[in-house]
């Protein structure tokens, strides 16, 4: 057995119990790619953490996506309260919520 794929096996299978532990599991793959790359990318500005939609938008586990499946699920994690647009910033910024 290539010992690569029992690496990945292993890595694969801590990740699942992580988003079971975290309540994540019931969310799509695109849902927590996003969120994901939110946690990534996010900047500490002033009290909050913010991210800018272009930078989600073209990082490397998201800029595959159709742009109209980004925008649904952007659109998702915001009404489950994830993230939230940053109040009294310009278009596109967004900001994480401590969940």
């Not at 299978?13 to 019931?26: K, R, S, V």
């Not at 159709?66 to 310009?90: C, M, S």
């Amino acid at each position: 057995m290539n010992s690569g794929y029992k690496h990945l096996a292993a890595v694969r299978e801590l990740l699942f119990n992580l988003e079971q532990d975290m309540g994540l599991d019931e969310m799509s793959q695109n849902e927590k790619d996003i969120l994901y790359a939110f946690h990534t990318l996010a900047r500490p500005e002033e009290d909050e953490v913010t991210v800018h939609s272009e930078a989600i938008r073209t990082y490397e586990t998201v800029r595959k996506m159709k742009h109209a499946t980004y925008h649904r699920t952007l659109k998702r994690l915001l009404d489950r309260g994830f993230i939230q647009h940053a109040p009294e910033r310009k278009a596109g910024l967004y900001r994480l919520n401590h969940h």
